[in-house]
């Protein structure tokens, strides 16, 4: 598996395209917006994308769904807490900074330990509430990568004071479902620089 990465949208979303190259199809995890950029990166890596992953239902996470989705024809992934997020303004809370983002409901709903086959990978479904009650994060094993979106960031957590937000989910997230992968797990956060699990179980504030 092949990564590639761009930040999208006004809060710089990181936009990842997970490409399978020995047959050209991939995963776009979390399009936050700015669709020409996205899609420059789809060309660049020369695959078709296969489906749209989003780790939750936030307005800077679903941005460019719409017209993505349009692009493409992939089908759209959204844990189930969360489907309403792409439907309902108030709910991916585009609706608090002046705006109405609406999107067609999503193709599937995840839920916790899933395993998602596309573009011949395998990604396990965490679900890691906290952020958003529907949060979720995606794992692929064999190359020791986890698709974190806004659970956790490098030596910090996501925002909790937001509609359907909890600290004391969002640690219990990160504790048993992040926190038992090895060392040398990358996480790839939803803003930010890339960490790994051994760097946040030794450096992060919030878990110790």
């Not at 395998?122 to 679900?127: C, M, Q, R, S």
Request: aromatic share 8%; with cysteine.
């Amino acid at each position: 598996m092949k990564i590639y990465h761009v930040e999208a949208g006004m809060l710089a979303t990181n936009c990842y395209f997970a490409v399978n190259e020995a047959i050209g199809e991939g995963v776009i995890f979390d399009p936050g917006g700015d669709c020409p950029t996205i899609m420059r990166m789809i060309e660049q890596a020369k695959a078709k994308v296969v489906a749209i992953v989003l780790t939750h239902g936030h307005s800077d996470h679903i941005g460019a769904l719409a017209e993505l989705r349009k692009a493409t024809g992939a089908p759209v992934y959204i844990g189930e807490d969360d489907a309403d997020c792409l439907t309902q303004p108030n709910r991916n809370l585009s609706f608090f900074i002046g705006e109405e983002l609406k999107n067609e409901p999503a193709d599937h709903l995840v839920h916790d330990g899933d395993v998602l086959e596309l573009a011949g990978m395998k990604f396990e479904a965490f679900a890691t509430p906290g952020h958003t009650k529907g949060g979720f994060c995606y794992y692929y094993a064999p190359g020791k990568v986890v698709f974190a979106g806004d659970t956790i960031f490098c030596e910090s957590i996501g925002r909790t004071d937001l509609p359907g937000g909890s600290y004391s989910a969002i640690i219990k997230s990160i504790k048993t479902k992040l926190m038992v992968l090895d060392d040398d797990v990358k996480l790839l956060p939803g803003h930010g620089p890339t960490t790994t699990v051994g760097w946040e179980r030794r450096r992060n504030p919030f878990l110790q």
